[in-house]
């Protein structure tokens, strides 16, 4: 592509800008599993919207839906007043949803964006509780305000808040160590002792994956432990499932494996299906102790988002829908074990679960190169982790066998080619 083609968005548009610095070129078309850019060129896209475009893009179920609705000019902006979207969306989540899985919550719009109901959560921790400090763990991310913000670990993004981010306290994650340190031994020592100078948290909070924290994966047992923790303390335990949820890590929810049920579980991201702006908050019925306003935002009733929320579920309700997940997830996992044996010089460890997944290769600078090269072979790859050191795997979790197969083979090839010659340091 002619640098003249990017000149506008280098000239005009903030330095903040990241994504771009990754994926050099303009896109002009998406469908499925593949984008298109302004030269014609064709991308499988294993990076699906950092995980909010779970079911491809433009998915064409939601896309009529969404149509019919704009055409028959249905509501676009309503705030929290009642609407005929909103309505069947919430009986179609408790049909599909929450009943299936014996989950009895409340149902809060907190706003559209995952941040928002990861504030929502924080603030509604603390004013059933009384306390003010919430726990937050070792490479946590939960979003870019302030209350989000300082729960996040990320010492670059923590900075940019630009005053002291305080009232959280950051504990070690499963295995941040090492495996043979028990990290919550360390956490109820400090919850159990009256010199530690940690006082008995509202809530805690985490995910089960970590994904912009370098794909870490908690334990079943161990989140079974943070939550029987939380009940003996009293304490709230907080699922922020806005990336693992809907699908990402193989079943809707991210905890389900683990047979917990959080006081509190935050989802957007995936949530629209399409990519529209969509959050909930989850919670409790006990829990629900909001006055009327107490916390609202103006583009809660984005009705658009209902439509094809709605929509998305109809995926839900077919048992092979999650087996598909599971058989993907399988093979991609299975193939990038391989190449970790395949090439030694990777220095390569598999992480992740489900289709959120990827390499950590303490190669410095390594993966940045891989997930460049793939870019250059027509493969969008995100890296994740404190210094990049994962790339990380997020293709549509319904994405064709055959399209996966082909995305796996550019990313051996682009090992292959780094592996031949001396590797960049590029961050």
Not at 224 to 232: A, H, S, T
Not at 251 to 273: H, W
Request: with cysteine; hydrophobic share 35%.
């Amino acid at each position: 592509m002619n640098q003249n083609d990017l000149q506008v968005f280098s000239q005009i548009e903030s330095e903040v800008r990241s994504y771009y610095r990754g994926f050099p070129t303009v896109f002009t078309k998406a469908k499925g599993h593949k984008m298109w850019d302004e030269a014609g060129k064709e991308y499988i896209d294993f990076f699906s919207g950092a995980g909010a475009l779970n079911y491809g893009h433009n998915d064409e179920k939601m896309k009529q839906k969404l149509i019919e609705y704009i055409t028959d000019d249905g509501i676009t902006h309503s705030l929290d007043m009642a609407s005929s979207s909103k309505r069947t969306f919430l009986e179609k989540f408790n049909e599909v949803i929450l009943k299936p899985r014996d989950l009895d919550y409340k149902i809060m719009f907190p706003g559209p964006t995952g941040t928002n109901t990861v504030e929502s959560a924080l603030k509604l921790a603390r004013k059933v509780t009384g306390r003010t400090n919430v726990i937050s763990f070792t490479n946590g991310f939960h979003g870019m305000t302030i209350g989000s913000l300082s729960v996040t670990g990320n010492s670059m993004k923590r900075k940019g808040a630009g005053i002291p981010l305080n009232h959280a306290v950051t504990m070690p994650y499963d295995n941040f160590v090492d495996e043979e340190r028990d990290t919550l031994e360390y956490l109820e020592t400090f919850l159990e002792s009256s010199g530690s100078g940690v006082e008995l948290p509202a809530a805690m909070i985490l995910e089960t994956v970590q994904g912009e924290g370098g794909l870490n994966t908690a334990r079943m047992e161990w989140l079974q432990r943070v939550d029987k923790i939380c009940k003996r303390f009293g304490i709230l335990l907080i699922i922020d499932d806005v990336q693992a949820g809907v699908g990402r890590t193989g079943t809707f929810f991210s905890f389900e494996p683990a047979g917990i049920q959080p006081d509190i579980v935050c989802l957007s991201k995936s949530l629209s299906g399409y990519g529209l702006p969509f959050a909930i908050t989850l919670f409790r019925p006990d829990l629900d102790i909001w006055s009327p306003g107490e916390h609202n935002g103006t583009f809660r009733g984005f009705n658009h988002a209902f439509t094809t929320a709605t929509a998305a579920l109809e995926y839900w309700e077919d048992e092979d829908f999650e087996k598909g997940i599971k058989e993907r997830s399988q093979l991609v996992e299975e193939f990038l074990t391989s190449l970790t044996k395949q090439y030694p010089e990777l220095e390569g460890t598999v992480m992740g679960r489900g289709l959120m997944i990827g390499i950590k290769s303490e190669k410095e600078g390594l993966s940045s190169d891989i997930a460049a090269e793939a870019f250059n072979r027509g493969l969008i790859l995100e890296t994740a982790g404190p210094n990049d050191e994962v790339f990380k795997l997020f293709p549509a979790i319904n994405i064709d066998i055959e399209a996966l197969k082909e995305g796996l083979v550019i990313i051996e090839e682009s090992i292959k080619t780094l592996l031949k010659q001396p590797v960049s340091n590029s961050k």
